[in-house]
Each structure stands twice: as structure tokens, then as C-alpha cells.
């Protein structure tokens, strides 16, 4: 294949995945953006890089891979990756049961995970509540990043590294023939275009999202401040309500009993699908979130209420020196209903990709490889 000129509309982590791709490939690319920087789900979130989280199979293999992506561009972009894990912690019966459950099939399914101990789990972390904490499960895949401060390095490096053009406050508003045109008149011509507009489905190709069953999903976020005394956290935690969110612990049977439990008991949290987990960026803030709120469900006014449940929730679960709220805020992210993203091809030579989901930091530059795999291979741009 000859090296080509490539379009990417979005610098989120999928435009940026997509953009590394094409370039290490050999095409000469330009990244379009309309805000001065990106400043949408990609800096909004808990810079959780979680492959225990996906499914067994090419869902794992596919985080397996960005994770190495992020190793290395720790390594060669300087961007702070911290290769910490993960602990889900149990504080009660039937969060240990699905636990113990799922490490007796982790290795076959091959996750790299085991038990921990109470007593292991607080050499380990000085983040866990020791009340009622009946052990953990740690897993060694996970990352920390930061997503703020890396979603703003990738794009001068790839531009030192590769020679990307990034043409940021440039809003792409239509693509015709694979001629792009921004708000001010100006237009591209590429050989190959990606869309990569995260939750925006309005401005470029509005018929290629109906009917694709693509939901909105609203999280809302907080950050502490910085912890006092240099205190780290060490994994990231998640909680026993984490393992009703995150599709790996499906294949356990005791599962049911917890979400019957958590749904008779805390109705609540079901109404506002919260879950609790916490990591730590390189500054020491704590990010601590997270619920979600669907399609119809969403408002641009943020809900008091839900922050209170999952501090309630947070509380039970883990310790900080402080609890001091620095900051509040929520992100909106695209999923589709059953696939990792959502990939279509509107025009020739045109695609769109999108709807990450909440696993986008996990699963974007293992997603954006098999799409440039494929569309070098057989001309087929498929995930
Ligand atoms: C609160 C929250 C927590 C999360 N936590 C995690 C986590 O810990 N780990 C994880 O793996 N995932 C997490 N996610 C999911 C992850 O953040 C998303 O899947 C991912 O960021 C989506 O990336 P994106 O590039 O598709 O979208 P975005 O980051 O929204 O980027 C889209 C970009 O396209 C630009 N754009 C759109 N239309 C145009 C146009 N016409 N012209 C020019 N520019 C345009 C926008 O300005 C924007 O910058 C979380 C998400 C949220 C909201």
C-alpha cells in the first residue's frame, strides 16, 4: 500500500490511537480538532488502563496490546504511566464468593490475577478499609495514566516523532468525496478520513448513527486534592460493585445473588448505575467515581445526590488521609450495545469509529492496529 495522505476528525484517544497507527505506517497525517485541545471523555476519566476488565478472548488480547502502547510511550514520549494493578476488594460475603469464584478460572481464561489475603491486601495498599475487609483480588495488568496531562503530551510528540499535523480550534462541519471543510471555509483533501468525534453524532454524518443503537452515558467524577505527606494509594481499588460493571466477572454463577443483593438493598445505586473505584494520578490527587446515567436520563446539571452515594459507598470501602474535594465534574462517553467500538463507513475510503464505551483508555490503540491491519490487508477497514 502507498503512503497516503490520512484525515482524523478528534483528538480524543481515538483520534490520537488512530493517528500514532496510520503514521507508523508510513502515511502523512492530520489530526483536526475544534476545541483548543481535546477536553472530552479522553481527560475526563480515572486513567485507568483495566484489561481485567474485558472479556476473555480478543477483547483482553486487544487491552494486552494498548497497554503495551502506553508502555511504550512512557518510554519514548516521557508520558507518565504508572504500572501499579489492581486490588477489587470484598467487605462482603458475597463479593468474596464472586472473587474466589472467578481466580479459580482466571488463569485458564488466562487473566493474570490471584487472592489476596486481608493481610495482603493492606501490605499492599494503604487505601483499603480494614473494616470488615475480607481480601482482594489483584490483577498486574492495569496502568495508571494521567489523563490530562497525556491526552495533552501525545500530540506534540507524534508531531515531533512522526510529523503529524495537528490542526487544533478547527472544526470539521462537512466531508464530501473525501474533501474535508471546516467552520472558516477551509478545506483538506485526503486519501483516507477517520471520524473519531467521540459522543458527537449530530455534526458529520448524523444517518450513520440512527439505527446503530449507539447510547450516551453520563459519569460523574471528583477529584480530592493532593494527599498529604506524599501518600500513595499503590493499585488502583475497585469495589464489590465494581464486579457487577465490568463484563470478565460474568462467567461467575454467584454473581446473581450479589447484584440481587445490591439491587434490594441499595436500589439506589442501581438507579444511578454506581459503582465505586479510585486511582491516583502522579500529582497524588485521588480521581473517585463513577455512576451512569443514559440517553434520556442525561442533564446538564450534575446531581448533588450522586455524589453524596458514592462518597457514602467510597467510604465503606476505602481510606484516605483526606477527603477534601478538589473538583467535580462529568464526561460523556458513546457505547454501542454489544461490540468494544462502533466502526462504519459512510462514504468510500471514509470511516467512522467511535463508541468506546467506558473502556476507551483501555482499548484504543489495540482497536486502532486491527483497524489499520485489516485496511492495509485486504482494503477492508474492520475491527
Ligand atoms: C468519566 C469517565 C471515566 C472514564 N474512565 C475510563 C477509564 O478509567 N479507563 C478507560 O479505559 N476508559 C474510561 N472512560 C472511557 C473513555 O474516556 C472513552 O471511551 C474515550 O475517552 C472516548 O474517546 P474518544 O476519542 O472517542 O472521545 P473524546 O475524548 O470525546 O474525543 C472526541 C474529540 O472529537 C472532537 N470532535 C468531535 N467532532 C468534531 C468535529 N466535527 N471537528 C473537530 N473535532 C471534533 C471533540 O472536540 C473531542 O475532542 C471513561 C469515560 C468517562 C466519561
New binding site residues.
Partial sequence: MSHQEVAI???????LAHAWAAARRGHKVTV????PA?????????????PIGQPTGDSYATALQSRAAWLELSREAGVWVNDCGSIHLAHRDDEWAVLREFAAVAGNLGYSCRLLTREEVLQRTPGANPNGLLGGLFSDTELCVNPRTAIGAIPPWLARRYGIAFEFN????SIEDRQLRSADGRTWLADRVIV?????FE??FPAAFAGAGLKRCK?Q?MRTVIQPDGWRIGPHLASGLTLRHYKNFAVCQSLTQLIERIAHETPELDQYGIHVMA?QTDQGEVIL??SHEYDADISPFDKAVIDELMLRELQKLIRLPSWTIAQRW?????KHPSEPVFVTSPQPRVVVC?A?????????FGLAERLWTSWEADNQPKI
Fill in positions: 476528525v478528534g483528538a480524543g484517544i481515538v483520534g483536526f480538532e475544534r476545541t481535546a477536553c472530552g471523555a479522553s481527560i475526563r476519566n480515572f486513567g485507568m488502563v483495566w478547527t472544526s470539521i462541519t473519531c468525534g467521540g459522543s458527537d455534526t458529520l459519569l467524577m486511582s467515581g463513577d462529568h464526561g460523556i462517553y458513546a467511535t468506546t464505551g467506558g473502556s476507551g483508555m483501555t482499548m484504543s
